[in-house]
């Protein structure tokens, strides 16, 4: 049983939340870096048995006091939107890391940050280039680290936001009229991602170093049309999903976010295919979509009855 201990940023997020539990059932210790300690999945992971340490990314004491003795540190600041926010806070958090003599640094990124200098129009003035910017920032600044291990995670899109407070962003008529309008082509695919199975992979790297050392993985766990998505859910929960597929000014007009239409440009521009020969090559699990809904049937049917 391993008595390394992993310093887990964003713990009380849905990844850090997941991967702090799966690396206390391995038997490493866990220092949870949160904002609020008394927050619920705060005090769930305290009583799994995680070292609860608040802090904030500018707060560099507060991140040395999360640090002290770590061997690992999983990264996963938030992107603050029109800032660099995300890139200095998760420099902040590499510096200090290694500075405390974590030996694997492991950073959540996202798909297409590896073609950020080939996205068309993606200048400073554009609405997506700090975000960007700071994905690209923090993959670099891991990799010149000076640490022994370094793995980036590259997930696609979370399914869990269609079933939260961003559905309300990204979608807006799901949640009460279970209607999904999107600018997509009907044939257009999306790589959806569980964070539990991103969770599964940082988990799985810390235990297994040498096999992750220096990887970057783009992950999802499927390419799916929205149209199969919906019958998917209709299929777990018996409510019926409808799912229209409008022009990108339509989809605006309907409150879906422009930029949704131009990340899917990008991915058709790049080619972009989620390589699935090499995920089922690496020491991971895939699962499904449908094991997702199956899961998290009662949460999903309570959001969308609600």
């Known amino acids: 049983m391993s008595q390394k201990t992993i310093l887990v940023t964003a713990a009380n997020g849905n990844v850090g939340s997941s991967l702090a539990r799966r690396l206390l059932d391995q038997g490493f210790k866990v220092n949870a870096l949160v904002r609020n300690t008394a ?14 340490f608040q802090g904030d990314y500018d707060d560099i004491k507060s991140l040395e006091n999360a640090s002290r003795g770590i ?20 420099t902040n958090v590499i510096k200090v890391a290694k500075e405390a003599g974590a030996k694997f640094g492991i950073y959540m990124s996202a798909i297409l940050t590896q073609y950020k200098d080939e996205l068309p129009d993606l200048n400073p003035q554009h609405e997506r280039y700090h975000y960007w ?9 891991l990799q010149a680290a000076g640490f022994d291990y370094w793995t980036i995670l590259r997930p696609g899109t ?17 949640q009460k009229q279970h209607l ?24 799985a790297a ?8 220096g990887l970057a993985i783009d992950l999802a766990n499927e390419d799916i049309t929205l149209k199969d998505f919906g019958k998917l859910i209709t299929d777990n929960t ?8 409008v022009s990108k000014e339509d989809a605006v007009a309907h409150g879906i976010p422009a930029s949704f239409a131009v990340w899917f440009g990008w991915i058709k521009m790049t080619n972009y ?23 998290n049937k009662n949460s999903i049917t309570a959001f969308l009855s609600a």
Do not use: C, M
């Open 39 to 52: 927050s619920t999945s705060a005090r769930d992971l305290e009583r799994h048995g995680a070292n609860i």
């Open 71 to 90: 061997w690992g540190v999983f990264i996963n600041a938030f992107p603050i939107r029109g800032t660099l926010d995300e890139l200095r806070h998760n």
């Open 133 to 141: 910017e700071s994905k690209y920032g923090t993959e670099e600044a």
């Open 158 to 174: 979370f399914i869990s936001n269609f079933f939260g407070p961003l559905s309300s962003f990204a979608w807006p008529t799901f």
């Open 180 to 203: 999904l309008i999107s600018p997509v082509p009907p044939s257009g695919t999306i790589p959806l991602v569980d964070p539990d199975y991103i969770a599964d992979y940082a988990a």
């Open 206 to 213: 810390f235990a297994e170093p040498n096999t992750f050392n």
């Open 238 to 245: 018996g409510i019926q999903i409808t799912v229209n597929h």
């Open 273 to 295: 295919h989620t390589d699935y020969e090499r995920l089922d090559q690496l020491p991971v699990k895939r699962t499904t979509v449908t094991e997702f809904l199956k899961k």
